[in-house]
């Protein structure tokens, strides 16, 4: 789920040009990232290990370990040796998601990992295309009244926040909803433009460019409040949809590894991401840059998995694994 979250490939990039000769392999930590490179969140990964490497004396290596909806990049690092040489950044809805939609979980978020720091936020969007002729979300919803049978949306793939921001969006409005996944953002940005499907939730950051471009329309976001990448869109909440939800990034270890590691790590990405230059970069493609203890991501993941669990079950959406 990333700025571009929903992704394939695999690429290792070392990223301090210190020989690993000089700490040997005990100076090598690998982020894992479980979708592919050149995704908001890849970026992100780049920035911390460049940032943090000087400061943990490590030569740090981002390696891009796709499929499964980010499961395989998940369960290398849970299976790690809990020696440092390994950290997860991931999407906070792949910890508490796909838990929740597994027929048999393959991994528990709070005791397969030890939490280090969140990173960043990302929100999302409600998006039409020229199909739809509207021009806020009260036209928005009249139409999809007057025209049930043409009442789809597509999301970048199942068993996503945009998946279950429907299902939520479906309840209040009263009004069925046919979802299509897609695989990824750009395919239903596409189809918006040709008017191949009416509406779409996807990531805002992705959004915004066909936005400003008028090729679609963003009536509503995903934030608390309105956001400072498109302040003038109201959230779904103003709209009448008593719904937040924006997503994560967030940082872990292999449950058991050394805690000075972590509480290490921990300050080092805290550092970074105060950095005039990171947030630039970072507010650039659509990241929100936050940082915080592990206590602060343990208490996000906890908070997320009891809002999302009642809405995800009302589904009734699993995956057989």
Same mark, same amino acid.
């Given at each position: 789920?990333?700025?571009?979250?929903?992704?394939?490939?695999?690429?290792?990039?070392?990223?301090?040009?210190?020989?690993?000769?000089?700490?040997?392999?005990?100076?090598?930590?690998?982020?894992?990232?479980?979708?592919?490179?050149?995704?908001?969140?890849?970026?992100?990964?780049?920035?911390?290990?460049?940032?943090?490497?000087?400061?943990?004396?490590?030569?740090?290596?981002?390696?891009?370990?796709?499929? $499964?909806?980010?499961? !395989?990049?998940?369960?290398? +690092?849970? #299976?790690?040796? @809990?020696? %440092?040489?390994?950290? =997860?950044?991931?999407?906070?809805?792949?910890?508490?998601?796909?838990?929740?939609?597994?027929?048999?979980?393959?991994?528990?978020?709070?005791?397969?990992?030890?939490?280090?720091?969140?990173?960043?936020?990302?929100?999302?969007?409600?998006?039409?295309?020229?199909?739809?002729?509207?021009?806020?979300?009260?036209?928005?919803?009249?139409?999809?009244?007057?025209?049930?049978?043409?009442?789809?949306?597509?999301?970048?793939?199942?068993?996503?926040?945009?998946?279950?921001?429907?299902?939520?969006?479906?309840?209040?409005?009263?009004?069925?909803?046919?979802?299509?996944?897609?695989? $990824?953002?750009?395919? !239903?940005?596409?189809?918006? +433009?040709? #008017?191949?499907? @009416?509406? %779409?939730?996807?990531? =805002?950051?992705?959004?915004?460019?066909?936005?400003?471009?008028?090729?679609?329309?963003?009536?509503?976001?995903?934030?608390?409040?309105?956001?400072?990448?498109?302040?003038?869109?109201?959230?779904?909440?103003?709209?009448?949809?008593?719904?937040?939800?924006?997503?994560?990034?967030?940082?872990?270890?292999?449950?058991?590894?050394?805690?000075?590691?972590?509480?290490?790590?921990?300050?080092?990405?805290?550092?970074?991401?105060?950095?005039?230059?990171?947030?630039?970069?970072?507010?650039?493609?659509?990241?929100?840059?936050?940082?915080?203890?592990?206590?602060?991501?343990?208490?996000?993941?906890?908070?997320?998995?009891?809002?999302?669990?009642?809405?995800?079950?009302?589904? %009734?959406?699993?995956?057989?694994?």
């Amino acid at each position: 789920m990333d700025r571009r979250d929903f992704i394939a490939g695999c690429l290792g990039l070392p990223l301090l040009a210190q020989a690993t000769g000089a700490h040997g392999q005990a100076g090598l930590t690998k982020i894992i990232f479980p979708f592919a490179a050149g995704a908001g969140g890849d970026t992100l990964c780049r920035l911390i290990a460049q940032e943090i490497a000087p400061l943990l004396q490590k030569t740090i290596v981002v390696e891009n370990r796709t499929g $499964g909806d980010g499961l !395989i990049g998940i369960k290398a +690092v849970k #299976g790690a040796n @809990p020696d %440092g040489s390994m950290v =997860l950044v991931t999407t906070g809805p792949t910890m508490y998601l796909l838990p929740m939609v597994e027929t048999t979980p393959t991994f528990d978020a709070a005791k397969d990992f030890m939490p280090v720091s969140l990173l960043a936020r990302f929100e999302f969007a409600v998006v039409i295309g020229p199909a739809i002729s509207a021009r806020n979300f009260g036209e928005f919803v009249a139409w999809l009244k007057a025209n049930p049978d043409k009442a789809t949306f597509g999301v970048p793939s199942n068993g996503t926040i945009p998946h279950f921001m429907g299902s939520k969006m479906e309840k209040d409005l009263g009004i069925p909803l046919s979802r299509v996944p897609y695989r $990824g953002s750009a395919p !239903i940005l596409n189809d918006l +433009v040709g #008017g191949h499907v @009416p509406f %779409g939730i996807t990531t =805002l950051a992705d959004a915004l460019p066909q936005h400003r471009a008028k090729g679609v329309t963003i009536i509503a976001v995903s934030s608390a409040e309105r956001s400072p990448f498109a302040p003038d869109v109201p959230t779904l909440r103003e709209s009448g949809i008593d719904l937040v939800a924006d997503a994560w990034y967030g940082m872990w270890l292999p449950a058991g590894s050394p805690p000075e590691f972590a509480s290490k790590l921990s300050a080092a990405a805290a550092a970074a991401l105060t950095k005039p230059e990171v947030k630039e970069k970072l507010t650039a493609i659509g990241l929100i840059p936050v940082g915080s203890t592990a206590e602060g991501l343990t208490q996000e993941l906890a908070a997320n998995t009891a809002f999302w669990q009642p809405i995800v079950k009302a589904t %009734g959406y699993k995956i057989e694994n």
